[in-house]
């Protein structure tokens, strides 16, 4: 089966496809630029959405110096895993911004949160916080520019990473009839509807289940065809 990834994929992952018999593609539909930003001082919980936020926060070394012994509150495994990496304690990890933003306003409401994001992101914390006056200074470290490419092949599967990545995709490209479309998460597959219903979603936002849906897709859905 032939895979078109819209990012550049990790070494593992890349390796457990052609290990399962996937050939492979991979172009990046999007890219990260990082801001010119001044943050003096931030709150004492912090919030980080994206792995781009926390690689850019803690390699900016006026950034970094507001970031000691403060707590910490992300969406991902990843996301989590970074911020780990460089010695922060995680207090909360969820899957999704929504989940992110109930928990915080029920278990911290009386808290002062920063948020560190990018400039395309989903609206779920600003307007959880907000309908719910829970205080909330945003610092955008990066903005996400679509770098759409005219895909001449066809292909059996397309992974998506994010919603960015949709929209670049489909700037130049249509879907074709015989492809599955492959995303990590449900805000993937929430962009990635509005032109095919023909998707899988991982169960879990993590390479892992992605491979999972891959391989059940292709062995027993696509199979039974």
């Not at 930003?37 to 936020?53: P, R």
């Not at 509150?73 to 989940?99: D, P, R």
């Not at 400039?119 to 916080?129: A, D, G, L, V």
């Not at 998707?199 to 390479?207: C, F, L, S, T, V």
């Amino acid at each position: 089966m032939r895979l078109l990834a819209t990012k550049k994929l990790s070494p593992s992952l890349k390796d457990r496809l052609v290990q399962h018999g996937f050939s492979l593609i991979e172009y990046s539909f999007i890219e990260i630029k990082p801001l010119t930003v001044q943050i003096k001082s931030t709150f004492d919980h912090l919030i980080f959405t994206s792995q781009n936020a926390v690689k850019i926060a803690f390699s900016h070394p006026e950034i970094k110096s507001q970031l000691g012994g403060k707590k910490y509150f992300c969406v991902g495994e990843k996301t989590k895993s970074l911020l780990e990496e460089n010695g922060q304690k995680v207090i909360k990890m969820t899957q999704n911004s929504s989940e992110l933003a109930h928990f915080l306003v029920k278990n911290f409401k009386n808290e002062a949160f920063s948020f560190f994001c990018g400039k395309r992101r989903r609206s779920e914390i600003e307007s959880f916080f907000l309908k719910n006056n829970t205080p909330l200074e945003i610092h955008q470290l990066y903005d996400t520019l679509l770098t759409p490419y005219k895909i001449e092949n066809t292909f059996d599967g397309v992974l998506f990473f994010s919603p960015s990545a949709v929209e670049s995709y489909f700037e130049l490209n249509t879907w074709h009839p015989n492809t599955q479309g492959f995303c990590i998460g449900k805000t993937t597959a929430s962009a990635l509807q509005k032109y095919t219903s023909k998707y899988q979603i991982a169960k879990q936002p993590n390479e892992a289940q992605l491979l999972l849906s891959l391989r059940n897709y292709y062995t027993q859905d696509h199979a039974q065809k």
